[in-house]
């Protein structure tokens, strides 16, 4: 029911129009055109002129007007505002050194200390020093260094200064100072005035990019002119922008004459009618395996991937005038395999369908190829038929793969069935050789491999891309050496035993109604993992015989049961177990009671409420998950039977079944009664096998008793110790014998 309010007409009609447009596109008989080298292609050969060609040159252009730009001199501006700027800090830093040297309230430490924190200072310690050294002649006088500094500052910056004559002129500065101060004032006056000498003269961008501009328009336009047959580019040399610009203005050679109307409607049929074909099962069948958006994606992919690649390749190698089979080498197979791998077999059959009719036109439909230039009209039909039947025999021999090797067998069947339907049309070929034989076994050993190997690569790539479970990754979980289950093993063995009966049980009944066994054996495995949080809270692990639950509340009991589920969904999750595996863990109980403790609830207080000792499902969803819901049952009730004699082993399984479907645990999955029939069947003849009576052995006769002293090694040698008595009088087995498993 889910899976067919999936299908609702809106997604299907968007998915078979979706894909219509991809085979169309990926159907169409476009040819690449032949012209001209793109650029920065290398030339095979000397490309020349196609016809005689005069335009203006928009590159050659735009080349001469930016040299003619360059050579425009950048405007600029004297700024006085600058020099008066810096003057005026000058002055205003030079009365705070005299307010520093003159208040006698400061000691020769304080006034350094004020002087290096006076805004603008940019003086070394050993300036700083000189400064307060100087006398007041020396500092205030008309020849004093005060004086010389302003003066020469507004000398300096009353000139015009650049950005690039800044340093130089900071360089020379010492020189200017005059020949009446000593090193030390000479110094001063540098340390002074130096840090503001800067630039005075600015570029005005908008005057220099208004003459460039000017010079750029006056510039006439680059005439480029070719005659037909003229060199434009050598051979070996790339395109670049120039010829580039030529050779788009030139009509292409041989170019080609675009799609026939009748081929675009041809195609545009065919691609509808696969398109449509695989939307009428979706809404017929509505199968479960393909109810998400993104496996149809992934059944879209496949098709039209495959019909693409026919689309491209076929024509290369048709016609064949030798017949050495190249066109059946395409493994076009492996779409339908892979459907069948990673979905369902009867989806798989009809990608195989679909795309052996579009692949089978992909040739016929192109210009280079058609019915009546095929050596044989019969021939034409070839490729149709094999890409058909192989798919059909790779979709029988890969569906629900449970080792490895079948992938092997798969490609095998592929293969083979290639092999044996180009033989029907080598016989039918008049014009047949022998040699033809030769080349069609080698094309069937080639999809053979090829079919295995990219069957075994792509499953896995597109499982983990399209979200789906291969039987790849339900091959490895089923390993009993993985860790979770060694874990299962060793922490809660009785559990651990429990799911293999489960597992032989419910896969045994898979495959006589056709579920999928490999998931169910999975699936058994891992739906108690939950237990590995409180292994002796369940009766199965509690070898010594003490039972927590005794001292327990039946309600408390009961949440401890009901946990193993939430436990068991996050331990799957922590260790990424597949989605259809995870979801044996839940509906493995569905919507039930704790049965034992709602029970022993209800006989302290028959009011009590059900909901509070039901699991909280869901019930289960598909026929594989009902039927571990229906083995963990049944072996459940089987193992703690005190009689297991084979009428009540059919009772209690009928019993259990029964309970099920009366409390509507399957009304979510697509079991018949048929099939539920066929399931307890199966049941109960696993079940007589695993407690079949065993016959009791007699007691060791005289001759053998002697026989097994005189064999014995001597004791203290590592023999086992002597048996004490005569053997038991009551026909029983000897402790040894009491193992056997016969």
């Known amino acids: 029911m889910a ?104 000691t020769p430490e304080e006034r350094a200390r004020e002087l290096g924190l006076v805004p603008g200072a940019q003086l070394s310690p050993r300036a ?92 006439a336009p680059v005439i480029q002119e070719f005659e037909k047959g003229d060199l434009i580019v050598p051979t070996g040399e790339p395109v670049d922008d120039l010829a580039e610009e030529v050779l788009l203005r030139l009509p292409l050679p041989q170019k080609g004459g675009g799609i026939p109307i009748d081929d675009l409607v041809a195609v545009l049929i065919l691609a509808l009618a696969g398109s449509l074909t695989l939307g009428a099962y979706f809404v017929l069948a509505a199968p479960q395996s393909a109810a998400s958006d993104r496996r149809l994606l992934l059944v879209a992919v496949l098709v039209v991937g495959m019909v693409a690649a026919s689309r491209w390749f076929l024509p290369v190698v048709l016609p064949d005038e030798r017949d050495k089979a190249l066109d059946l080498v395409l493994p076009l197979a492996v779409a339908p395999v892979l459907v069948a791998a990673l979905l369902e077999r009867t989806l798989a059959l009809l990608v195989a369908m679909v795309i052996a009719v579009l692949a089978g036109a992909a040739a016929l439909i192109h210009p280079d190829y058609a019915v009546g230039e095929a050596p044989e009209a019969a021939q034409a039909l070839r490729p149709l038929a094999v890409f058909l039947f192989s798919g059909v025999a790779g979709v029988f021999a890969m569906q629900r793969a449970e080792r490895l090797t079948q992938y092997g067998v798969t490609g095998g069947a592929v293969g083979a069935s290639l092999f044996l339907v180009g033989l029907a049309f080598w016989l039918l070929n008049p014009s047949r050789a022998s040699a033809d034989l030769g080349w069609l076994a080698l094309v069937a050993a080639i999809v053979f491999v090829s079919t295995g190997v990219l069957t075994i690569g792509a499953s896995w790539f597109l499982g983990l891309a399209f979200g789906v479970t291969t039987r790849l990754q339900l091959l490895e979980l089923a390993q009993l050496t993985q860790p979770l289950l060694r874990r299962l093993q060793e922490e809660t063995p009785g559990t651990f035993h429990h799911s293999l009966l489960v597992a032989t049980m419910a896969q045994r009944a898979a495959a006589e109604i056709g579920a999928d066994a490999l998931l169910v054996r999975v699936g058994a495995y891992y739906h108690d993992i939950g237990k590995l949080s409180k292994p002796h809270m369940y009766i199965e692990n509690q070898a010594d015989g003490e039972n927590p639950h005794d001292d327990l509340d039946p309600l408390e009991s009961a949440r401890v049961i009901q946990d193993h589920v939430r436990w068991g969904m996050e331990l799957g999750r922590q260790q990424r177990l597949a989605p259809p595996v995870r979801a044996f863990i839940p509906e493995h109980h569905g919507t039930r009671l704790v049965t034992y403790f709602y029970r022993k609830a209800a006989r302290i207080d028959p009011d009590v409420d059900p909901a509070l000792f039901t699991y909280a499902g869901p019930r289960p969803q598909s026929r594989e998950t009902a039927i571990v819901m229906m083995a963990d049952s049944c072996e459940a009730v089987v193992r703690s039977s005190r009689q297991r004699d084979m009428d009540t082993i059919d009772r209690l399984i009928d019993a259990v079944i029964n309970e099920r479907v009366n409390e509507q645990q399957f009304d979510d999955c697509d079991l018949t009664l048929r099939e539920i029939r066929t399931i307890a069947e199966s049941f109960k003849v696993t079940l007589r096998g695993v407690y079949h009576p065993r016959i009791e052995y007699p007691a060791p006769t005289a001759a053998e008793q002697e026989r097994l002293a005189a064999a014995a090694p001597p004791q203290g040698v590592g023999a086992a110790p002597e048996p004490v008595g005569d053997a038991p009088v009551d026909g029983s087995s000897p402790p040894a014998l009491s193992q056997s498993r016969e």
């Open 128 to 219: 700083q020093v000189l400064i307060l050294g100087l006398n007041d002649l020396q500092w205030q006088g008309a020849r004093g260094v005060r004086a010389r500094a302003i003066t020469l500052l507004r000398e300096i910056m009353g000139g015009s200064i650049t950005d690039g004559e800044v340093a130089a002129t900071r360089a020379g500065l010492s020189a200017r100072v005059g020949p009446g101060f000593s090193p030390d004032q000479t110094e001063i006056v540098d340390a002074l005035v130096a840090p503001r000498i800067v630039a005075n003269v600015r570029e005005d961008v908008a005057a220099t990019e208004a003459a460039r501009t000017a010079v750029r328009e006056s510039v």
């Open 3 to 106: 899976a067919a309010r999936f299908y609702s007409p809106v997604r299907v009609e968007i998915f078979a129009v979706a894909l219509a447009a991809a085979l169309t596109i990926a159907l169409l008989p476009i040819q690449p055109e032949r012209g001209f080298p793109a650029r920065g292609q290398s030339a095979a050969e000397p490309v020349a002129a196609t016809a005689d060609l005069s335009f203006e040159s928009e590159i050659l252009t735009q080349r001469a007007q930016d040299a003619a730009a360059a050579g425009v001199v950048a405007s600029v501006t004297f700024d006085t505002g600058i020099g008066n700027d810096q003057n005026a800090a000058l002055t205003d830093f030079l009365s705070e050194v005299d307010r520093i040297r003159d208040d006698p309230e400061l």
